[in-house]
């Protein structure tokens, strides 16, 4: 019964996701419900010393990210810069090869610190004028947006600032930058694989006579030609992230050590900082930072016009999002202290590879929460210490586990109730019966990539 219970709870909170109701009211009430069906006397009690200890640690250690990421995403967005960088890559590469640009350019664009959820807003317009161009169907669009979006630069890719590769450095103490040959091979083969998979949807639909399409929906205007920024300067801030990030995780140990402690005045307590915990962290805000004040300096006049509203717009999205994920981390403890789970826990315990365990707990959460960030947050909140323990007796690296449990919250995630997936195919204008297949192909490309790296790591040993 206590696994029904477990079972239940899951899938009532993935219906609730997937109808469109907020998960920060309802994840407490999936956890609480599953409480009280289990012992209802401790339902007031892991409420308040569980569920929201939990959340509110979460959004301690993360919001600051959340919070500067979406910033920059949107300074990126006023300047200008992002409709540079799109027009510039597109007339590297070729408009005649459109889905190449679309998946180069939000490639670029993540892996750069811009929110992939501004990165669908800012591509969009110039997916579609080079798809209608090119005779190739605006159904194809969500899933090539999604490719370059959603895959490698969200989680293989070492050093890659977004959430997903820097919630398992507080769990493993690593850094953005783990086991970085790894994620080059997993990002390797979602990239050929993916793209090898579009083009042949591509050829088959010319083969079949198919266009663009008409009597769409959300068409966007046509893309204006007017003055952009240099391309070297619009990308100079996505550059400046990366690299400030790589000399920031090398700089703040040198500057604190392994812990740092300090006496506020008025306290003869000392509050100790365990720096080893949170270097990735520091590392990716002030990487941030930096970005957002070199948009600043070079475009502070198309800036500062809208940058009011803009940010307020960037303050209530990284709001959302990061109370989301922390709703999922509180749920994800709850349940990771009821008997039901432990069942759960005993049944992937059998599985007796430690990163296949790791991989199918992480990915399976990642598919029934419809979020890379929460399932993997619920997964290394309820079993980190059991994938560590199993990686120590068998003499596999932290950094291999922080690569593993990243690119497999990346994996199953995007099935139909993902957010991510709601909003790319509203912005386009299409429907889950028009786009999804492809979505759910590129889905399965970035699952398998786990597996591919899984396999690298035991045949080559490389990290």
């Not at 159904?139 to 979006?149: E, V, Y």
């Amino acid at each position: 019964m206590s696994f029904i219970v477990v079972i239940l709870a899951l899938l009532f909170l993935m219906f609730v996701a997937y109808r469109g109701y907020s998960v920060i009211l309802f994840a407490p009430v999936a956890a609480l419900g599953a409480v009280l069906l289990t012992d209802p006397s401790l339902v007031a009690p892991m409420f308040t010393s569980v569920f929201m200890e939990k959340m509110v640690g979460f959004v301690k250690l993360y919001f600051p990210v959340f919070l500067l990421g979406a910033v920059f995403g949107k300074v990126i967005e006023l300047s200008g810069f992002s409709k540079s960088i799109v027009s510039s890559v597109i007339n590297v590469v070729g408009r005649q090869r459109a889905m190449l640009s679309i998946v180069l350019v939000c490639g670029l664009l993540t892996y750069g610190g811009v929110s992939l959820f501004v990165v669908v807003f800012a591509v969009y317009p110039f997916a579609a004028e080079m798809f209608r161009q090119g005779g190739i169907p605006k159904r194809l669009i969500p899933g090539t947006i999604a490719l370059g979006a959603f895959t490698f630069t969200m989680d293989s890719l070492p050093g890659t600032p977004q959430i997903q590769n820097i919630i398992p450095t507080t769990f493993f103490n690593t850094t953005t930058w783990a086991a970085p040959w790894l994620g080059l091979i997993g990002t390797v083969f979602i990239l050929v694989t993916g793209l090898l998979y579009l083009d042949w949807c591509r050829r088959r639909a010319a083969a079949n006579g198919e266009g663009y399409g008409s009597n769409l929906l959300n068409e966007p205007e046509p893309v204006a030609d007017g003055k952009l920024a240099h391309p070297l300067v619009a990308l100079l801030p996505l550059v400046l992230v990366g690299v400030m990030n790589k000399l920031f995780t090398a700089w703040i140990p040198m500057l604190y050590g392994s812990s740092h402690e300090m006496t506020l005045a008025g306290s003869s307590k000392p509050i100790t900082t365990q720096v080893s915990g949170v270097v990735a962290i520091w590392a990716v805000e002030a990487a941030l930072l930096v970005g957002i004040c070199s948009v600043l300096l070079f475009a502070f006049g198309a800036v500062k016009e809208k940058f009011a509203e803009g940010s307020k717009a960037a303050v209530g999205g990284a709001l959302l999002a990061s109370m989301n994920t922390a709703s999922e981390y509180g749920f994800g403890a709850v349940i990771a202290g009821l008997p039901g789970f432990l069942v759960i826990a005993d049944a992937l315990k059998s599985i007796p590879n430690p990163l296949v365990n790791e991989a199918v707990t992480v990915t399976t959460l990642a598919g029934v929460t419809g979020s890379a960030s929460g399932g993997l947050s619920i997964a290394l909140a309820a079993m980190s210490h059991t994938f560590i323990e199993n990686a120590q007796a068998a003499g596999i690296p932290m950094e291999v586990l922080h690569r593993v449990a990243a690119m497999a919250s990346g994996g199953m995630d995007t099935l139909p109730h993902n957010g991510a997936v709601i909003t790319l195919l509203a912005v386009t204008g299409l429907s889950h019966r028009q786009s999804y297949k492809d979505i759910f192909v590129v889905t399965m490309i970035k699952t398998a990539a786990v597996f591919v790296v899984i396999a690298a790591y035991y045949l080559t040993g490389i990290v």
